[in-house]
């Protein structure tokens, strides 16, 4: 038996601190677009059931990658059998074309992956309130791919609603090929860097969120090279902003050609990058 789970990327739209907890975690609220038909984007978890758990990972964003304890689908699968109570043994294979380090989710997603695929392989029967759980105890990104769409997230954003899918202006997103710690971009964050921290408004008067990422002084401060790919962005037109604690950049344009007219001339002029659009 044999089931396939695909994991794509995310994009937050909106990323606001709001404070810090007594154990200096940053308290988040987010509202994040799973990147659902983004093919170049997604991920995808092949598994089947055999005689011992293995993990391969190939793709064009492999490498680097390592199929041992410390990978999230192994975190995952091993979570799976705690609850379960079960050993279950199975060939997985990863294949990545979300690159790490970028601010788009790739790990959090692959191990959403995995929880859904172990439940329905070994037909668990774990209810979405403990896959839930279980992805919590994971990373906190992980529970907001277990609901896809669009979603709001609070506390570290482990805390996830799913809410009204806003649609995505058109953009595109430029990957430089740096790879930033999010652990070191949060130790970099200083609350006096957000004039005004807030809530999202368009929650509650049923508009866009708006765009906004709090991270990206904190990005730029550990990271200066960042600030000349933003720069560019500008200067095609786009309005970038940074995804996640980055090294990505998600530019936003009027119009669809727009989009298509910077596209061109960034994949002329920055060949260098990985630039993707849906």
């Not at 995505?168 to 999010?182: G, N």
């Not at 669809?256 to 990985?274: F, N, Q, V, Y």
Request: negative net charge.
């Amino acid at each position: 038996m044999v089931t396939i789970e695909i994991a794509p990327a995310k994009f937050n739209r909106y990323l606001s601190v709001l404070g810090r907890r007594r154990d200096g975690f940053h308290l988040l609220e987010l509202v994040t677009t799973v990147l659902h038909g983004w093919q170049a984007l997604t991920d995808e978890l092949t598994v089947e059931i055999a005689d011992e758990l293995s993990l391969e990972i190939e793709g064009p964003e492999s490498n680097g990658l390592i199929p041992d304890e410390s990978n999230l689908v192994i975190k995952a699968w091993r979570a799976l059998e705690k609850e379960s109570g079960k050993v279950l043994p199975a060939k997985i294979n990863l294949y990545k074309r979300i690159p790490f380090g970028a601010g788009l989710g790739g790990g959090s997603s692959d191990a959403a992956a995995a929880l859904r695929a172990g439940n329905s392989i070994y037909e668990l029967g774990l209810p979405s309130a403990t896959l839930l759980r279980l992805a919590a105890d994971l990373g906190s990104d992980v529970p907001l791919f277990l609901l896809g769409g669009t979603v709001h997230g609070k506390d570290l954003g482990q805390k996830v609603s799913k809410i009204k899918d806003f649609p995505l202006p058109p953009m595109l997103i430029a990957f430089p090929h740096i790879h930033l710690s999010t652990t070191s971009v949060y130790k970099a964050v200083s609350l006096t860097d957000n004039i005004n921290p807030a809530h999202c408004p368009a929650l509650e008067i049923g508009e866009v969120p708006p765009w906004r990422n709090d991270l990206t002084r904190a990005a730029l401060k550990i990271c200066p090279a960042l600030g000349p790919v933003r720069d560019v962005l500008q200067n095609v037109g786009g309005d970038p902003l940074l995804c996640g604690s980055g090294s990505s950049w998600a530019a936003k344009f009027p119009s669809i050609a727009d989009r298509d007219s910077a596209l061109e001339g960034l994949l002329a002029w920055h060949p260098e990058w990985s630039i993707y659009t849906e």
